[in-house]
């Protein structure tokens, strides 16, 4: 896996299995995660043929998920935890009609260790909540905003073995990844970790 930023847009490319949640998301095998900045104001007439659009312009030409925030990338935090690595953009006070305090938080979780179908859609839960219990910790009396999104992937044969995981988490996939498991403690240490210092940035 390799990561940068171009124009305003995180890019982390490789060779990943992924679900998202967001614009043009779903399930797939994807060579590259993105995660773009737009204005405040956006509010495009087809969000995701901008996105399309977007990805042709960064020369993303193979598959990809991409998201959108308002967050600028200098308040991006990318968090490692063994094999996990989270990058996350948070911002919880954009101005809109509908709600005092809304935004966009953006989770982007990459495990170098292979995840099993049940874990793979299952850490997206466990972001979630991780997310939720980081906003309330932090004083806010909502759980997310109606734009925020998550992409899970793993890396396809990363070799990744490392002696400091469990004996189930070495070379075989990982079957589960509820908030008791190893697993889902380290998604939920990085994404708490992550909102938090993204949101103290902005000053928020």
Not at 61 to 78: C, I, N, R, S
Not at 124 to 140: D, F, N, P, S, V
């Amino acid at each position: 896996m390799h990561y940068y930023v171009k124009n305003s847009t995180l890019i982390i490319k490789g060779n990943f299995e992924a679900v998202s949640t967001g614009l043009n998301g779903g399930r797939a095998r994807v060579k590259y995660l993105a995660n773009k900045q737009v204005p405040r104001t956006f509010n495009p007439p087809d969000p995701r043929e901008f996105v399309k659009e977007e990805a042709l312009k960064l020369g993303l030409e193979e598959a990809h998920f991409g998201l959108l925030t308002a967050v600028k990338m200098e308040y991006l935090q990318v968090i490692e935890n063994d094999y996990l690595t989270a990058f996350i953009t948070a911002g919880v006070s954009n101005g809109s009609e509908f709600r005092t305090k809304v935004g966009t938080i953006n989770i982007i979780l990459v495990s170098k260790a292979k995840l099993s179908e049940t874990a793979l859609l299952g850490a997206r839960i466990t972001a979630t909540e991780a997310k939720g219990l980081a906003l309330l910790e932090k004083g806010y009396t909502f759980l997310g905003t109606n734009t925020d999104a998550v992409i899970v992937a793993y890396e396809i044969d990363s070799g990744f073995d490392s002696e400091s995981s469990p004996k189930n988490e070495r070379k075989q996939e990982i079957p589960y990844a509820g908030s008791s498991t190893d697993f889902g403690k380290k998604i939920t240490e990085v994404v708490i970790k992550g909102v938090k210092a993204g949101l103290e940035l902005r000053g928020e």
